[in-house]
T-cell receptor, first 116, second 113 residues
Framework: AQSVSQHNHHVILSEAASLELGCNYS??????LFWYVQYPGQHLQLLLK??????LVKGIKGFEAEFIKSKFSFNLRKPSVQWSDTAEYFC??????????????FGQGTELSVKP | AAGVIQSPRHLIKEKRETATLKCYPI?????VYWYQQGPGQDPQFLIS???????DKGSIPDRFSAQQFSDYHSELNMSSLELGDSALYFC????????????FGQGTRLTVV
């Protein structure tokens, strides 16, 4: 069965620190990979996505992620976090098939707290 | 740009009551997905519809049912509500193409008391 694992449940950083959130997935076929951010009480917002091509993808708000196929990983990075990045971050995968675009398997989420 | 619209945004129901959640997808999106996110949990896929037919089913309780209508909006019907049904319910929509992303609505927060 497909699964997504996020290694860090809660990360606390000071402003301007660098961020890396780990994500590993388990799936044997072609996958699409996503990172979503969820601010408290709000809906999921797409940060970035990987379908194919350059394994280093850039998203909104200065985030980027690198797909390493051999490691089944899709880690999220940001060189310098801001207090406004405080939120929960979800890694997700789908099977990349027709009519499966929104059937996502989510990781457990990582709560990021940025201290001003 | 038009987004996924969910209604209501908040809903309070008592145990054993029934609730209906509505989702209006982005225009020209033919696929709708429902998710349940309990407190402190990751979203769990419930069910999806493509062209008004159920296309996939996840961990949806038998007490819940859903359908997609001719205008592509979808409704999630929840009966015999339990305290554990209290959660944020998200709807997402996408086109039916492969290698595409889904767009999420703002969610409906259901509280069962």
């Amino acid at each position: 069965a497909q699964s997504v694992s996020q290694h860090n449940h809660h990360v606390i950083l000071s402003e301007a620190a660098s961020l890396e959130l780990g994500c590993n997935y388990s799936y044997g076929g072609t996958v699409n990979l996503f990172w979503y951010v969820q601010y408290p009480g709000q809906h999921l917002q797409l940060l970035l996505k990987y379908f194919s091509g350059d394994p280093l993808v850039k998203g909104i708000k200065g985030f980027e992620a690198e797909f390493i196929k051999s490691k089944f990983s899709f880690n999220l990075r940001k060189p310098s976090v801001q207090w406004s990045d405080t939120a929960e971050y979800f890694c997700a995968v789908n099977a990349g098939l027709r009519n499966q675009g929104g059937k996502l398997i989510f990781g457990q989420g990582t709560e990021l707290s940025v201290k001003p | 740009a038009a987004g996924v619209i969910q209604s209501p945004r908040h809903l309070i129901k008592e145990k054993r009551e029934t609730a209906t959640l509505k989702c209006y997808p982005i225009p020209r999106h033919d696929t709708v997905y429902w998710y349940q996110q309990g407190p402190g949990q990751d979203p769990q896929f419930l069910i999806s519809f493509y062209e008004k037919m159920q296309s996939d089913k996840g961990s949806i309780p038998d007490r819940f049912s859903a359908q997609q209508f001719s205008d592509y909006h979808s409704e999630l019907n929840m009966s015999s509500l339990e305290l554990g049904d209290s959660a944020l319910y998200f709807c997402a929509s996408s086109t039916g193409r492969a290698h595409t992303e889904a767009f999420f609505g703002q969610g409906t927060r259901l509280t069962v008391v």
